[in-house]
């Protein structure tokens, strides 16, 4: 695994979070959970697993993180989220998608464009499943603290 990828990717997101007006206690939060979320990530590229559960496995994990931390540092998730988010941005494949696009080569945008799309729907669906899980945990905790009240 590159510590280097690891290293960067917490650098980059405290950069981002900054750069939109995150200066508290979460930026150590933001940059831990961005770090472990990119090595995640480099796990399941490790272990042989593809670009797509790699992604789905790194976004649920800090979408997950972020929920949790959210609650506890009592501000809204996606100020947690977006920052840590920001190592699995497909920038080089979203740059090489435009440039085959301006250029008139179809064919390779068309791969291209579909690569893309398939790691931001990995992205998406771990954000989506992390959301409903936690939501669901926070339900099924309140119906269970009502039955005990009942009692």
């Known amino acids: 695994m590159n510590l280097t990828q690891v290293v960067m990717g917490m650098l980059g997101s405290v950069g981002f979070a900054v750069l939109f007006g995150v200066c ?4 150590a939060a933001i940059a831990l959970g961005s770090g472990s979320g990119w090595l995640v990530y480099l796990i399941c590229m490790n272990q042989g697993y593809g670009m797509f559960i790699g992604l789905l496995a790194a976004s649920l994990f800090v979408a997950t993180l972020s929920e949790i931390l959210a609650r506890k540092f009592k501000t809204p998730v996606i100020l947690l989220l977006v920052p840590m988010l920001i190592p699995e941005i497909p920038g080089g494949d ?58």
């Open 24 to 27: 508290d206690r979460t930026l």
């Open 94 to 151: 979203l740059y090489y998608t435009m440039y085959f696009l301006i250029q008139g080569r179809y064919p390779e945008f068309g791969m291209s464009s579909n690569q893309v799309l398939v790691q931001a729907g990995a992205i998406v669906l771990g954000i989506i499943l992390a959301s409903y899980f936690v939501k669901l945990t926070i339900l099924c905790k309140s119906i269970v603290d009502k039955s005990r009240k009942n009692l």
